[in-house]
């Protein structure tokens, strides 16, 4: 871990094989998509009409496309502390604009840290947080910060790598994370409903998708040697939909 040299914001930085990743097909495809696919599964309430997003560690922005076509925002607002990732993401900002499905979604960029976000209190109907909390050191502030700027009844979407993923040997050699934040499945459902939001457990996914196992990619599930059985694995994913809490 180490601080900038112009902010004292703890951070752990990417190799450049991750910052190289995260614009891949597989990426946007087989994580982020599928990813917000079952998010918007979870969601069982009546969500607003043209709701204000902010989505939370946005990276290179891939989610934007996703998220205007799935929930139709007025407004998506994109903040991330890695500069440049913040310049891609302003590509695909400009990308969506110039889509039909897509056009009428105003974007806006923000460099900022996720434990002091740059905007203010009850300014968003969701937060979507998709694989971002494994990279921050300050897991609690960042969550109360989620709350903050979340209106009544506004709406976290959670999507997150288990300890049992990141702290696999090929995640250790391929990328860098903060090891000493990382949680289990349930560690971070408890971090969230101690955090002031609540949930019910059909709000909660428990994905097992073949590149969260990074022991064997699943290899093993799929030539029929051994079936992973829910409760007796170490689950590698969860997702949850949960509301602020009054």
Same mark, same amino acid.
């Given at each position: 871990?180490?601080?900038?040299?112009?902010?004292?914001?703890?951070?752990?930085?990417?190799?450049?094989?991750?910052?190289?990743?995260?614009? &891949?097909?597989?990426?946007?495809?087989?994580?982020?998509?599928?990813?917000?696919?079952?998010?918007?599964?979870?969601?069982?309430?009546?969500?607003?009409?043209?709701?204000?997003?902010? %989505?939370? =560690?946005?990276?290179? =922005?891939?989610?934007?496309?996703?998220?205007?076509?799935?929930?139709?925002?007025?407004?998506?607002?994109?903040?991330?502390?890695?500069?440049?990732?913040?310049?891609?993401?302003?590509?695909?900002?400009?990308?969506?604009?110039?889509?039909?499905?897509?056009?009428?979604?105003?974007?806006?960029?923000?460099?900022?840290?996720?434990?002091?976000?740059?905007?203010?209190?009850?300014?968003?109907?969701?937060?979507?947080?998709?694989?971002?909390?494994?990279?921050?050191?300050?897991?609690?502030?960042?969550?109360?910060?989620?709350?903050?700027?979340?209106?009544?009844?506004?709406?976290?979407?959670?999507?997150?790598?288990? %300890?049992?993923?990141?702290?696999?040997?090929?995640?250790?050699?391929?990328?860098?994370?903060?090891?000493?934040?990382?949680?289990?499945?349930?560690?971070?459902? %408890?971090?969230?409903?101690?955090?002031?939001?609540?949930? =019910?457990?059909?709000?909660?996914?428990?994905?097992?998708?073949?590149?969260?196992?990074?022991?064997?990619?699943?290899? !093993?599930?799929?030539?029929?040697?051994?079936?992973?059985?829910?409760?007796?694995?170490?689950? &590698? !994913?969860?997702?949850?939909?949960?509301?602020?809490?009054?």
């Amino acid at each position: 871990m180490q601080l900038t040299e112009t902010s004292n914001v703890p951070f752990v930085p990417e190799t450049s094989f991750g910052i190289w990743f995260l614009r &891949t097909h597989t990426w946007e495809h087989h994580v982020l998509r599928v990813a917000i696919n079952d998010l918007e599964r979870l969601i069982d309430f009546p969500m607003p009409a043209a709701p204000v997003i902010v %989505d939370v =560690g946005c990276g290179q =922005g891939l989610s934007f496309r996703l998220l205007a076509q799935a929930f139709k925002p007025q407004r998506i607002v994109g903040i991330d502390f890695h500069e440049p990732s913040l310049s891609l993401a302003a590509q695909s900002a400009q990308a969506c604009r110039q889509r039909a499905d897509t056009a009428a979604t105003e974007i806006e960029l923000h460099h900022g840290d996720c434990a002091n976000l740059p905007l203010q209190d009850a300014s968003a109907d969701i937060v979507f947080c998709h694989q971002t909390f494994h990279h921050l050191v300050e897991q609690e502030r960042a969550l109360a910060e989620f709350r903050r700027v979340l209106k009544p009844g506004g709406v976290l979407m959670f999507a997150e790598s288990t %300890d049992a993923y990141i702290k696999s040997w090929v995640i250790r050699l391929l990328f860098r994370h903060p090891m000493q934040v990382q949680k289990s499945a349930d560690g971070y459902l %408890d971090m969230i409903r101690n955090g002031g939001f609540s949930f =019910g457990p059909h709000h909660v996914s428990l994905p097992y998708l073949w590149w969260s196992r990074a022991k064997d990619f699943g290899l !093993l599930e799929r030539i029929g040697l051994y079936t992973p059985k829910p409760g007796k694995r170490r689950e &590698t !994913l969860v997702n949850v939909v949960a509301r602020k809490a009054s």
